[in-house]
């Protein structure tokens, strides 16, 4: 898929509200705060959020990374990497996820990097090989720049790197594929809601534990694949079949057949394909009559999708993060095989 000039121009009306708007919701979160005690030592008097930009191949892209109460630079604490969708940015991502308030809750920290466009800091995509817009136009190497944004941030936080996770959504579950895939000893786990893959990609060098979610009625990445419903604006995905993926995943980690249950009085399908590789597991759920929403959170703008209201998206992504720990000896078995 290529970039396409009219698609681009079809989100401008509605950009520049959301622009102003995600501006606005940024400029109102917690400002950076810190507090001493009598001995010196560190204490977070309210959440934290810290507005930067890294720079990388000539591009210096802003990230916003959110600190929980509990945060302590003496104390090594779990990261989630948190991706927007295409033609969003961060202001979307924090408003539609609603991981923050998680965060604060579970003790982890949030960070959401920008992916690249023409328009500046917003209508921006990440580069998945066959999608999206402007990064795959550009080749956008968006690989490396979460390899140093992730060294960045263990620079600047006390991270632990055996619990570092990635999410996305749409574009970004797309790239959330791609770096288990790509960089796998980086992560101990990863999720993907309403994304797919391109039918590229190789195995990961070492097993992941995973989490799919996707709506039975999304038009935007339909789950028997192909272009979608924004294929006619050139924005064709090129994706593969909701159960490509699945069975992707579920053969990487060498997972046993899966158990199925049926939640919410039959709306939602839950597949737990356990006994993985190394303790790995793959949760999937469906959701029928739903389209492209993340379930329990809020809609990126007033016309789109409305999130399916009986399940949580992100606290089954940290119920998933928060019963795995990546192998110290990954990165090693990963140069090796």
């Known amino acids: 898929m290529r970039g396409d000039g009219s698609f681009f121009a079809s989100l401008l009306r ?16 917690p400002a950076l705060a810190k507090e001493s005690n009598a001995d010196g030592g560190y204490h977070a008097a309210i959440p934290t959020d810290v507005m930067s930009r890294l720079s990388f191949e000539g591009m210096n892209r802003k990230y916003l990374v959110h600190l929980p109460p509990s945060y302590h630079p003496a104390d090594p604490t779990p990261l989630v990497l948190v991706l927007h969708g295409g033609g969003g940015d961060i202001g979307f991502a924090v408003r539609m996820f609603q991981f923050n308030q998680k965060a604060d809750d579970s003790g982890f920290i949030v960070a959401y990097p920008n992916g690249s466009g023409r328009l500046g800091d917003h209508v921006l995509t990440w580069n998945t090989d066959a999608c999206c817009g402007y990064a795959e136009a550009h080749h956008m190497n968006d690989v490396g720049f979460i390899r140093k944004f992730l060294d960045e941030l263990e620079n600047d936080y006390n991270i632990d790197k055996k619990r570092v996770y990635v999410v996305g959504f749409s574009n970004g579950a797309m790239m959330a594929y791609k770096l288990a895939c790509q960089m796998p000893e980086k992560f101990a786990g990863f999720a993907a809601v309403s994304g797919s893959m391109n039918g590229a990609e190789r195995l990961p060098a ?21 272009g979608g419903k924004l294929a006619k604006w050139g924005f064709n995905v090129h994706a593969k079949p909701l ?3 699945v069975d992707f995943w579920a053969a990487a980690d060498g997972c046993k057949p899966p158990q199925v ?19 790995t597991e793959l949760i999937v759920y469906t959701i029928k009559d739903y389209k492209h929403s993340w379930p329990g959170g809020h809609r990126a703008w007033f016309r789109a999708d409305p999130p399916y209201p009986d399940l949580s998206a992100t606290d089954e992504c940290w119920d998933l993060f928060s019963r795995h720990t990546r192998d110290a000896n990954a990165e090693q078995l990963a140069i090796h095989r």
């Open 243 to 245: 159960e490509y993926c």
């Open 206 to 226: 070492v097993p992941i534990s995973g989490l799919i979610i996707h709506g039975l009625a999304d038009r935007h990445i339909p789950i028997d694949g192909g």
């Open 261 to 279: 249950q049926e939640l919410n009085d039959g709306e939602v399908e839950c597949r737990k394909y356990l006994g993985g590789k190394d303790g």
């Open 14 to 29: 509605v950009n520049r509200l959301v622009a102003v708007l995600s501006t606005l919701f940024l400029l109102t979160t």
